[in-house]
């Protein structure tokens, strides 16, 4: 009588297994024979010797899952002391959960240690080190070789899957650091819970999901099967066709979605199947099981990259570490599943909020309204507690429908392209914000000004270059320029892309950003440095103060203070790079403490009185009565397992330290040259993915808003005109109580910081008008310093509307609200229609051209504005509508007393 799957499970579970487990394991045993069977390896043999195989896997995943419910008990520990503590300082649940996830702007201890910054730490450890050494290859060749080399291209990639099958060296060194810094990765995702087997011949690409489209699903799947090891891929040579393209099938729909695509980085990393639905939660289970496509050789591989592919082997490298860090920095804070332990977190919260008998009822139900407007979900928008963690889980970077994606990607370029052309001139308010970032972790404002200028002409030694890169500056730049494309045809994303990288470093602005950011990065270094001969509690109260914003307590300063570099002339800078050196005795006060010696020693002592009472009871019992059972002496303390335990601890525990550090001073460091960051994009983008209506409409709303909310979140919601040590008790947010306590806390910080964004916000419009040839706008006037604080940025985006007429890009109020794509659009399919149905021809060419003209990439670089203006724009805009430049001139003299340096009425170009 056959056996069915029921009568399976049930004997499984009579010897142990939970039922779901056991329901599992059968039914990988069924697809298992199914697969040998199409396979034509269906002997007693084969199944026994697949079935070995499939019981050592099963062990193999029931070891993770037990070491993964261990991590998550002690994440949750951690998570539940951390929210505990903030409520402890006086501040809500949800304050707690913001500083975890993406980081607080508001004053308590560890409210910028969160995982957002945590995981650009991650990253920084990886891929500064790498670049380095990347540079070092060939002379400092082989970057360049790799991005504009072919040839160099392939070998490297060769020599990856085959060591030393191309006899070139340089290749050969590219491939050797290019699977070390992987392995790097491997292991530290291993260390939280994953388990990932390092794979031989690997070698990271990324999927061009449109390339993937325009050839179609049978098209790729013929193309790749072509290619493939099946032996290794399916587990038979002989594998069915039929079911092989299945496979295929799904992979290629599950690519070109988008979905989970940080398992399929490259083509030896593309999961086939879909993971058990009772595991889509869990990102490390997620990464130890998946069935990878295996090429048959390097060529084969290569042929996919070149027709398949996109960008680079360093960009799909810089890909690779860049989700490698997303799931370390999760994992290691919330543990296996992100989301769920959040949702956790957020009930046991909730239980705390009620339980608070020193919170009256209203603020209770307050608190609780905060954490299910946030983490639940209206009709309309996610709560922004989602937002955060679809911003950390990187599900906002995955189109949903590549060809939306595309589409509208080209139209925000395009906008970029034609307005950011003189954004290297609002740069100046740089020296603000980085100035009042210094004064709020100790000097005053004349030292912070001073420094901050001095910063742009400062040469600086090869040795204090070589400190600043080793904690991350200039990686942005770095990792930007070297993701060249292949593409032979030069798409237009591809082509776009490169245009608004050239753009941006012929203006100026790459320089000026990483100028400001690496010099920033080396004052902050040294200002930490300088303090490294003291105890905590010696520390002067601005630099304890910013510590403690990063989650840094006495114990964790008595091992960083001994993080130090000294440049040519003996000054100490604090280097994160440093703590891969730490030795053991700085450590142990940070192990847990089962693995601290003096623990494990009285642990030993312990074992030997215990085994000592018992073997005296054990003599006196048989003295008494020959036959009595002796009892059972307990097992001694296993030292080589206590060592290696306390090994990885120690190798975690360095890793820590250095990623955290490194978050550290990029955190602090964005506060002074302002970024971007996921609590900003969780506004931007509202949790959507790119290629879904929604998230194409809030991309393109959204667009050039990321500054003036990283604006209004770090500087303003911050309140960083008030000294670190100063902002102890402060209450945040909007209410007349908030701002009043914020403006009064620190007067003579208030009043400089809004003198010097003021000046700033001149200076920025003073340079803007000098290139399109006006004269200072007249500093007696009050709509000039309106325009100015719009300019500074020093109002956020609302300085746009209430004073300004355009903001600090060149947009109006109206495009800064809707977005310029929006503007363009709406302006394109009414007003010119309107005209046109109205018989109004002329308006309708005038309103076409200015679209046009408004809308052309580089119309409004800072460097030939002037020229094509009187070259040409001023000629088309008085021929559209004569009486424009002269009433243009008498609106900069009524409202900023400004004239032209040469009348555009009178001077201008005439180039017909």
Same mark, same amino acid.
């Given at each position: 009588m056959a056996i069915s799957r029921t009568d399976c499970i049930r004997a499984l579970q009579k010897a142990g297994a939970p039922?779901?487990?056991?329901? *599992?394991?059968?039914?990988? @045993? @069924?697809?298992?024979?199914?697969?040998?069977?199409?396979?034509?390896? +269906?002997?007693?043999?084969?199944?026994?010797?697949?079935?070995?195989?499939?019981?050592?896997?099963?062990?193999?995943?029931?070891?993770?899952? %037990?070491?993964?419910?261990?991590?998550?008990?002690?994440?949750?520990?951690?998570?539940?002391?951390?929210?505990? $503590?903030?409520?402890?300082?006086?501040?809500? $649940?949800?304050?707690?959960?913001?500083?975890?996830?993406?980081? $607080?702007?508001?004053?308590?201890?560890?409210? %910028?240690?969160?995982?957002?910054?945590?995981?650009?730490?991650?990253?920084?450890?990886?891929?500064? =080190?790498?670049?380095?050494?990347?540079?070092?290859?060939?002379?400092?060749?082989?970057?360049? /070789?790799?991005?504009?080399d072919k040839a160099f291209h392939d070998d490297v990639f060769r020599e990856m899957r085959s060591p030393h099958s191309t006899g070139n060296d340089d290749a050969r060194a590219v491939a050797d650091i290019f699977a070390r810094y992987g392995e790097q990765a491997i292991d530290r995702q291993n260390a939280n819970g994953s388990d990932i087997r390092k794979r031989k011949g690997w070698? =990271?690409?990324?999927?061009?999901?449109?390339?993937?489209?325009?050839?179609?699903?049978?098209?790729?799947? &013929?193309?790749?099967?072509?290619?493939?090891?099946?032996?290794?891929?399916?587990?038979?040579?002989?594998?069915?066709?039929?079911?092989?393209?299945?496979?295929?099938?799904?992979?290629?729909?599950?690519?070109?979605?988008?979905? &989970?695509?940080?398992?399929?980085?490259?083509?030896?990393? $593309?999961?086939?199947?879909? =993971?058990?639905?009772?595991?889509?939660?869990?990102?490390?289970?997620? @990464?130890?099981? #998946?069935?990878? /496509?295996?090429?048959?050789?390097?060529?084969?591989?290569?042929?996919?990259?070149?027709?398949?592919?996109?960008?680079?082997?360093? &960009?799909?490298?810089?890909?690779?570490?860049?989700?490698?860090?997303?799931?370390?920095?999760?994992a290691e804070r919330l543990g296996p599943n992100p989301r769920a332990m959040v949702m956790s977190l957020v009930e046991d919260e909730?239980?705390?909020?009620?339980?608070?008998?020193?919170?009256?009822?209203?603020?209770? +139900?307050?608190?609780?309204?905060?954490? &299910?407007?946030?983490?639940?979900?209206?009709?309309?928008?996610?709560?922004?507690?989602?937002?955060?963690?679809?911003?950390?889980?990187?599900?906002?970077?995955?189109?949903?429908?590549?060809?939306?994606?595309?589409?509208?990607?080209?139209?925000?370029?395009?906008?970029?392209?034609?307005?950011? *052309?003189?954004?290297a001139l609002a740069s100046v308010s740089d020296v603000g914000t980085k100035a009042a970032s210094m004064r709020v972790n100790g000097l005053t404002w004349g030292e912070a000004i001073q420094e901050s200028v001095l910063q742009y002409v400062r040469r600086y030694s090869a040795r204090q270059k070589e400190i600043a890169g080793q904690t991350g500056a200039f990686l942005d730049y770095l990792s930007g320029e070297l993701a060249a494309r292949w593409d032979a045809d030069a798409s237009l994303p591809g082509?776009?892309?490169?245009?608004?990288? #050239?753009?941006?470093?012929?203006?100026?602005?790459?320089?000026?950003?990483?100028?400001?950011?690496?010099?920033?990065?080396?004052?902050?270094?040294?200002?930490?440095? #300088? #303090?490294?001969?003291?105890?905590?509690?010696?520390?002067?109260?601005?630099?304890?103060? @910013?510590?403690?914003?990063?989650?840094?307590?006495?114990?964790?300063?008595?091992?960083? %203070?001994?993080?130090?570099?000294?440049?040519?002339?003996?000054?100490?800078?604090?280097?994160?790079?440093?703590?891969?050196?730490?030795?053991?005795?700085?450590?142990?006060? /940070?192990? =847990?403490?089962?693995?601290?010696?003096?623990?494990?020693?009285?642990?030993?002592?312990?074992s030997r009185t215990t085994r000592r009472r018992i073997k005296a009871g054990n003599r006196r019992r048989m003295g008494e009565d020959p036959e009595a059972a002796r009892t059972p002496l307990p097992a001694a303390p296993d030292k080589a397992a206590w060592m290696e335990a306390r090994r990885q601890a120690q190798d975690n525990l360095r890793d820590r330290l250095e990623t955290d550090s490194l978050a550290m001073l990029a955190d602090e460091v964005a506060f002074g040259v302002i970024e971007a960051d996921d609590a900003t994009r969780a506004v931007t983008r509202q949790g959507t993915r790119p290629g879904t209506p929604a998230g194409e409409m809030w991309r393109l709303v959204m667009q050039f808003k990321s500054f003036p909310i990283a604006y209004m979140q770090r500087i303003l919601g911050g309140r960083r005109w008030i000294?670190?040590?100063?902002?102890?008790?402060?209450?945040?947010?909007?209410?007349?109580?908030?701002?009043?306590?914020?403006?009064?806390?620190?007067?003579?910080?208030?009043?400089?910081?809004?003198?010097?964004?003021?000046?700033l916000g001149y200076a920025s419009q003073t340079l803007n008008d000098f290139v399109r040839g006006k004269t200072p706008r007249d500093p007696r006037k009050g709509e000039t310093w309106a325009a100015a604080a719009a300019r500074s940025g020093g109002l956020g985006i609302y300085g746009d509307f209430l004073f300004g007429k355009l903001n600090r890009y060149g947009n109006t109020a109206v495009e800064t609200l809707a977005g310029p794509v929006a503007t363009s659009m709406l302006n394109a399919a009414f007003a010119i229609p309107g005209h046109a149905l109205r018989g109004d021809w002329e308006a309708a060419s005038k309103d076409a051209a200015a679209i046009a003209l408004n809308n052309a990439p580089f119309v409004n670089f800072w460097m030939t504005r002037g020229v094509l203006e009187w070259a040409f724009l001023y000629h088309v805009r008085e021929s559209l509508s004569p009486g424009v430049l002269r009433r243009m001139e008498r609106q900069a003299q009524k409202e900023y007393g400004q004239r032209y340096f040469v009348s555009p009425t009178q001077d201008r170009l005439r180039p017909w």
């Open positions: 039922a779901v487990e056991a329901a *599992g394991i059968i039914d990988r @045993m @069924m697809r298992e024979k199914r697969d040998l069977q199409a396979a034509g390896k +269906n002997s007693p043999q084969e199944l026994s010797r697949a079935w070995s195989k499939l019981q050592a896997d099963n062990k193999r995943l029931a070891a993770m899952k %037990r070491r993964q419910a261990a991590l998550n008990i002690v994440r949750r520990n951690e998570a539940r002391a951390f929210l505990a $503590s903030v409520r402890a300082q006086g501040f809500t $649940s949800l304050d707690g959960l913001q500083a975890m996830l993406v980081g $607080s702007s508001k004053r308590f201890d560890g409210a %910028r240690a969160s995982i957002s910054f945590q995981r650009k730490g991650i990253f920084a450890s990886w891929t500064v =080190p790498m670049i380095r050494e990347l540079e070092a290859v060939g002379d400092g060749t082989a970057l360049t /070789l790799l991005r504009e070698t =990271p690409q990324i999927h061009d999901e449109h390339k993937m489209l325009q050839a179609g699903k049978e098209a790729w799947v &013929d193309f790749i099967l072509a290619r493939l090891d099946r032996s290794r891929t399916f587990g038979a040579e002989a594998f069915p066709d039929e079911e092989a393209r299945k496979i295929l099938r799904e992979t290629y729909s599950e690519l070109v979605t988008g979905e &989970d695509r940080t398992r399929r980085l490259h083509p030896e990393d $593309s999961a086939a199947t879909a =993971p058990d639905s009772r595991e889509q939660g869990s990102r490390v289970t997620i @990464m130890s099981k #998946a069935r990878v /496509l295996h090429f048959r050789d390097a060529d084969a591989a290569i042929e996919y990259h070149d027709t398949f592919g996109r960008g680079n082997l360093f &960009d799909a490298m810089i890909h690779q570490l860049d989700a490698a860090a997303r799931r370390v920095s999760l909730r239980t705390a909020i009620r339980e608070n008998l020193s919170l009256s009822e209203e603020e209770k +139900n307050r608190q609780i309204r905060q954490l &299910d407007s946030a983490f639940g979900h209206n009709r309309f928008l996610p709560g922004k507690g989602n937002n955060w963690l679809a911003e950390l889980t990187g599900e906002t970077n995955r189109a949903a429908s590549p060809t939306l994606a595309r589409a509208g990607y080209l139209l925000r370029s395009v906008q970029t392209l034609s307005k950011l *052309g003189s954004a082509l776009l892309a490169d245009l608004n990288n #050239a753009m941006f470093k012929y203006s100026g602005l790459n320089w000026i950003t990483e100028k400001g950011r690496s010099a920033m990065t080396l004052w902050l270094s040294r200002h930490i440095g #300088a #303090a490294a001969g003291k105890a905590f509690d010696q520390l002067d109260e601005a630099r304890r103060a @910013m510590l403690r914003y990063h989650g840094v307590d006495a114990p964790r300063w008595e091992v960083l %203070r001994h993080m130090i570099q000294r440049d040519e002339g003996g000054t100490a800078y604090f280097a994160p790079v440093t703590a891969r050196d730490l030795p053991e005795s700085l450590l142990e006060p /940070l192990l =847990p403490e089962t693995l601290q010696q003096a623990t494990f020693a009285r642990r030993v002592q312990e000294r670190g040590e100063r902002q102890q008790g402060l209450t945040y947010g909007w209410t007349a109580r908030s701002v009043g306590q914020g403006l009064g806390r620190d007067i003579p910080g208030v009043v400089c910081f809004a003198i010097i964004s003021l000046a």
